[in-house]
């Protein structure tokens, strides 16, 4: 339910199944496990273009396909990973700013992302997903075969796929 809290008040439109392609324009609800690197591959199975992915612990994750914006949701892990999460949501909490502050760089920070600007994940190469290379869900999101990272890791040549992908979104 955590996730879903954090939609914020647009009208949900539709409610997918784990990987299911995205059917219509709007606010919709993926079905996913809570482990990142497996909801993640899900949501770029199903079609998204960019995440914005908030945190507590510090997930520490990427993509190797799609811009994923990590967002602190507290100062103490924002100042921990500050080469790691790109937005301190921790702000609001601090009394640092307000929720429509946050909302607006969250938004302005999207916009460069979609625009080619990485995120601090395509800087580091920081890029997980899951399942492993067997996945049939692996080859479809990257065009080509993959090798096994660590026995569960789908990964190539990232800084390019993002490259590759954005390209793709400026052509319409």
Partial sequence: ????????TSTLEDVLEYSQRIRKPG???MNTPGYD???????????VNLI???????????????PVLKIASNSNTYRR?????????GRIADGDASVEQVGREIFETLLRVASGTRTHAEELG????????????CKPLFGRD????RGHHCAHDNHQSADKFRRHLARG
């Fill in 37 to 47: 690197p497996v909801s993640i591959t899900g949501l770029a199975a199903g079609g």
């Fill in 81 to 89: 990973m500050t080469g790691n999460m790109d937005i301190n949501a």
């Fill in 146 to 149: 993959v090798k096994e990272i």
């Fill in 27 to 29: 606010f919709a609800f």
């Fill in 52 to 66: 914005a992915f908030t945190t507590g612990r510090g997930s520490a994750i990427g993509f190797p396909s799609i």
């Fill in 1 to 8: 339910m955590g996730a879903v809290a954090k939609a914020g």
């Fill in 126 to 137: 920081t890029m997980n997903s899951r399942p492993g290379a067997s996945d049939p869900y």
